[in-house]
């Protein structure tokens, strides 16, 4: 395809989205730098990355055709320095994403693309502490990654055009459609999805109603594909809970206060798919 002789991707963070987001770029011929804190989160990701490439050949979401990209990972922060475009894909928690952004920035050559894969907090936050505002925006991937082909792409208040421009054509290379929005607490996505997710716990630590029939209403009464119970088991309710207190902080608004049960299950360890217990039970899972 001749993608990586274009572009080559660093990703910061080897969680559920990092190794999504690598799966992707790898399966269409991007190389990519995944970098995180420990050898044994990194020899995890990796086998995760192999493990849905083979799953998204089969389902025919990337080719199954073509070299695939180079997977390179490290320990190092300085290894993104030789990338055409970063992304920050490390938890919700705004302090750390704005220490990495603001160390990346600096190792980067000027006018490279750096993207955060925030769920909620605004891209001008992020911006602020960076060498170059400019080259800052937000890509919300959805989960996962190389079967979701449609995503937010947050212009915040700096983004300057050329770093938008080249980040579309990454997305064009992934066949992914990035839908450019605004920038503000949660964007859009999250700004309806977070809530809708708080509330629907809340309806079932009230007892109105349990985990399955919430979502069985959602998806006979309205179409959806998953209920919103199934979809924060999906994206991870730790991740949920983080999410909810940006919103809340940024906004003001007590709707995002996240409810008691959500806090529970969070503490209890029981954050959905990746534990392999949320609102509901998922076997084979660890």
């Avoid at 937000?138 to 980040?167: C, D, S, W």
Wanted: with cysteine; hydrophobic share 45%; glycine share 12%.
């Amino acid at each position: 395809m001749g993608a990586d002789a274009e572009h080559r991707l660093a990703i910061v963070g080897a969680g559920v989205m990092g190794t999504g987001i690598a799966t992707l770029a790898v399966g269409y011929g991007v190389p990519v730098t995944l970098i995180d804190v420990g050898e044994s989160i990194l020899a995890e990701a990796r086998t995760a990355v192999a493990q849905q490439l083979r799953l998204a050949r089969l389902m025919g979401s990337l080719p199954r055709e073509g070299a695939e990209g180079e997977l390179v990972t490290g320990v190092r922060l300085a290894d993104v320095a030789a990338a055409t475009i970063v992304v920050e894909a490390v938890t919700e928690r705004a302090r750390l994403k704005l220490d990495i952004l603001a160390e990346v920035s600096r190792l980067v050559a000027p006018g490279t693309p750096l993207l955060s894969n925030t769920s909620a907090i605004p891209i001008g936050e992020l911006a602020g502490v960076t060498a170059r505002p400019q080259d800052v925006l937000g890509v919300h991937f959805m989960n996962p990654p190389y079967l979701i082909k449609m995503l937010e792409v947050i212009r915040g208040p700096r983004t300057g055009q050329e770093a938008l421009t080249r980040t579309l054509a990454l997305l064009d290379v992934l066949e992914c459609t990035g839908v450019v929005v605004g920038d503000g607490p949660g964007f859009v996505i999250n700004r309806v999805l977070q809530r809708m997710i708080n509330e629907a716990a809340r309806i079932v630590q009230d007892g109105i109603a349990g985990p399955e029939d919430v979502d069985a209403l959602f998806t006979g009464c309205l179409g959806h594909r998953t209920g919103p119970l199934a979809t924060a088991d999906l994206i991870g309710l730790d991740n949920v809970a983080d999410s909810l207190r940006v919103l809340l902080e940024r906004t003001g608004d007590e709707g995002y206060r996240p409810c008691d049960l959500l806090l529970d299950k969070v503490k209890a360890g029981q954050w959905g798919r990746k534990t392999g217990r949320g609102f509901f039970e998922y076997g084979g899972t660890r």
